[in-house]
């Protein structure tokens, strides 16, 4: 989870014991009496640290800056509750001052993280190499530190009697290092649950055998895995860095040496406190608002497991249709007649010898790839990059889009090579249902992933095109140049009619998000017609579109799929 600053929700426990009136006077504050009565205790120590915390250490910090900047002094004319008094440790007093003063100093927490990115822990978690040696936590614990001067620096208020440069840049320092600390700590931790799972589905992704799989003694222990992934926790420990942090750091700024033990163990508890419930906040935004799209799964982790659950039982193993088994099947090579007639029609065209054979390659491909795609009935296909790797949350994603296609009753059609399209054909295969790879042939390189019932291969990009764009529905996942252009073309034959229109959904990712305001700034400038953006759905979640289909076949707005068993076929050989 992102860091949290809960410096003035611990009403700076190691600072000193003085604090300014409501006339404006200073005077010492002595820790607060139990009145006997816990509850009462409890209560008015949270109310008065609370109406601090939210408003008043805020309002103090902001209205000093102004005031130093102007020459005004709005400082006094702004003062609106007294800085509390500090319960006994332990106390009932205690544990109220500490939750009131981390629940005030909640929204402008939020108000922080809201800059920083909410989800931006999630998101990190979707990463098989989340942990804080990572690349992925530089950013994150970067923004952070940022967060904690910025915050510091104008809403943490001045001393009396402190010189005020030196006092603003201490405390600047001082929120760095614990926002920096805090966030570094709950990444750490929680890298720590996850990099065993992840670091086993590389290894699987890569054939190794399962005594080559990652273990880290302890740390590979599901029951111990499950508490350090905990929000709460991690968010807890984290704040205990982070206390321990900001304790010493103001008391070593201040030249006051190290700080004692009992502010020590003061600022480590209401720190740990004020993470856990900042956790807590954590795990309630990704119930409301997943980053992942769906509640049914946050990290790479679950997702795999979602995945991993549709798989049939009864599946053939990977590479069972491999090119040897797919020519032993029944292959459509044309028909011969109609073949050698094109053949010689081609040859006494006028164009040069090599481009007759690509003419006659061309349409062999066309004509026995579209009638094996026509042998499916209604399909979909799926279109990504092939530098995906399969540890990663878009693998997994595309992997379980497909086998919930399946389970509709709907082959899903790739182009049939790593990455992406593998997910594609993978999910589908996986989970009992029929798998397309339409491949291009190039040198030294295999046709098929595996994962293919049906194997086409194409030698040209036009015919593999179109026998993509055979199908009843489209999904667009993650992918690079070559899956925009594959959708902006089908997008252009929809939208010019040479296409009948099917839907298109494109998987919510940073890229087509641009691309989404890219149309709409299309549309305001009169460049595209404004039904043009309904030619395709933005979808967060594999479910979204299962739902979407299972909705439009009802309707009898798509075909019902056929549900025919597996066929092999390796086409255009």
């Known amino acids: ?15 000193t014991a003085e604090a300014v009136g409501a006339d404006g006077t200073a005077r010492e504050q002595q820790p607060q009496k139990s009145s006997g009565d816990a509850f009462s205790d409890f209560a008015a120590s949270a109310w008065s640290s609370f109406k601090y915390s939210l ?12 005031d130093k900047a102007a020459g005004t002094n709005w400082e006094q004319s702004t003062k609106l509750f007294d800085k509390p008094a500090h319960a006994e440790f332990g106390s009932a007093g205690w544990v109220g001052e500490a939750v009131g003063g981390t629940a005030g100093a909640a929204l402008p927490f939020i108000l922080m993280a809201r800059v920083a990115g909410p989800g931006a822990a999630a998101k990190m978690e979707q990463s098989a190499a989340y942990g804080i040696a990572s690349k992925e936590a530089v950013f994150p614990v970067l923004k952070s530190i940022g967060a904690g001067v910025a915050y510091n620096g104008i809403f943490t208020p001045v001393e009396q009697g402190e010189d005020f440069l030196s006092a603003r840049a201490r405390n600047m320092a001082v929120g760095g290092l614990t926002w920096g600390s805090l966030t570094a700590t709950s990444i750490g931790l929680k890298g720590l649950g996850l990099r065993s799972f992840n670091q086993t589905a590389i290894a699987e ?26 929000d709460v926790f991690n968010g807890a420990a984290g704040g205990i860095v982070g206390g321990i942090v900001d304790v010493q750091g103001r008391s070593l700024l201040s030249g006051h040496g190290l700080a004692s033990a009992g502010d020590t163990v003061q600022g480590a508890a209401t720190f740990a406190l004020g993470g856990a419930l900042m956790g807590g906040t954590n795990i309630l935004y990704e119930k409301v608002r997943p980053t992942s799209g769906d509640k049914r799964y946050r990290t790479l982790e679950d997702i795999t497991k979602v995945a991993d659950s549709t798989r049939d039982p009864s599946a053939p193993p990977r590479y069972y249709y491999d090119n ?24 006494q065209s006028r164009l040069p010898q090599g481009e007759q054979g690509k003419v006659f390659r061309a349409h062999q491909d066309l004509v026995t790839g579209l009638e094996a795609v026509h042998d499916h009935g209604p399909v979909g296909v799926m279109y990504g990059s092939a530098r995906t790797k399969s540890d990663t949350f878009a693998y997994q994603r595309g992997r379980l889009t497909s086998a919930l296609v399946a389970k509709e009753g709907y082959p899903m059609m790739t182009g049939g090579g790593p990455g992406m399209m593998e997910a594609g054909n993978r999910g589908a295969y996986e989970a009992g249902g029929r798998s ?8 030294h390189e295999p046709i098929g992933n595996g994962y293919q019932t049906t194997i086409l291969s194409a030698k040209d990009f036009g015919p593999r095109k179109e026998i993509l764009r055979t199908h009843d529905f489209a999904v667009v996942e993650k992918g690079g140049i070559g899956s925009v252009d594959e959708m902006a073309e089908l997008l252009t034959h929809l939208q010019t009619g040479m296409k009948q229109k099917t839907p298109v959904y494109i998987m919510y990712e940073k890229p087509y998000k641009h691309f989404d305001s890219m149309m709409r700034e299309m549309e305001k400038q009169g460049l595209i017609s404004k039904g043009d953006r309904e030619l395709y759905k933005i979808v967060k979640s594999p479910f979204e579109i299962a739902a ?7 309707a009898g707005l798509l075909r019902p799929g056929t549900n025919k068993p597996m066929i092999s076929r390796k086409i255009g050989s």
Do not use: C, H, W
């Open 1 to 15: 989870m992102p860091g949290g600053d809960f410096r003035d929700s611990a009403l700076q426990a190691s600072a």
């Open 55 to 66: 408003v008043q250490a805020p309002l103090t910090g902001a209205t000093q800056l102004i």
């Open 205 to 230: 992704a890569q054939g190794l055998a399962p005594s080559a799989k990652y273990t880290e003694g302890v740390f590979a222990n599901n029951a111990v895995r499950t508490v350090l992934k905990n």
């Open 324 to 347: 040897l088994a797919a020519q032993e099947g029944t292959v459509v090579g044309g028909r011969q007649e109609q073949m050698s007639a094109l053949k010689g029609m081609i040859e």
């Open 436 to 443: 397309i790879g339409v491949s291009l042939e190039l040198p």
């Open 548 to 554: 979407d289909l299972r909705a439009r076949r009802e």
